[in-house]
């Protein structure tokens, strides 16, 4: 069983950086796709950033140009590197995890989840 637990969240003024780590007790598959999510209050959960088992990254547009998805050597942590951050960026963050190619934007494409780490950004 595939479990996720993320680390990381924390309060950081605007313009900040932070970086996001997932421990990933296995991976699913041969080939698996690791994902970020974020949700904001009132709002569906998100994917902000994917990374597949060839290293292959993806990112939502509204955080191409500041955030990075990367997975360590040993393919066992997931990390979300976010810079010059807005406190649009203030949400609960996620990792997840599914058996197969990247194909899916959508949460309920993805099996695996940790229990989320709170990023709050303060103007």
């Known amino acids: 069983q595939v479990e996720l637990v993320e680390s990381g969240g924390g309060s950081v003024q605007a313009g900040g950086s932070l970086t996001l780590s997932c421990a990933v007790s296995e991976l699913p598959d041969r080939i698996y796709c690791m994902a970020w999510f974020r949700q904001k209050p009132g709002e569906v959960r998100k994917a902000v950033a994917r990374i597949d088992s060839d290293g292959d990254t993806y990112l939502e547009d509204s955080v191409k140009d500041r955030f990075s998805i990367s997975m360590n050597a040993n393919k066992n942590t997931l990390y979300l590197r976010m810079n010059r951050l807005t406190p649009e960026d203030t949400a609960m963050y996620y990792c997840?995890?599914?058996?197969?190619?990247?194909?899916?934007?959508?949460?309920?494409?993805?099996?695996?989840w940790g229990q989320g780490t709170q990023v709050t950004v303060s103007s």
């Open positions: 997840a995890a599914e058996r197969g190619w990247c194909v899916n934007w959508r949460d309920d494409g993805y099996t695996f």
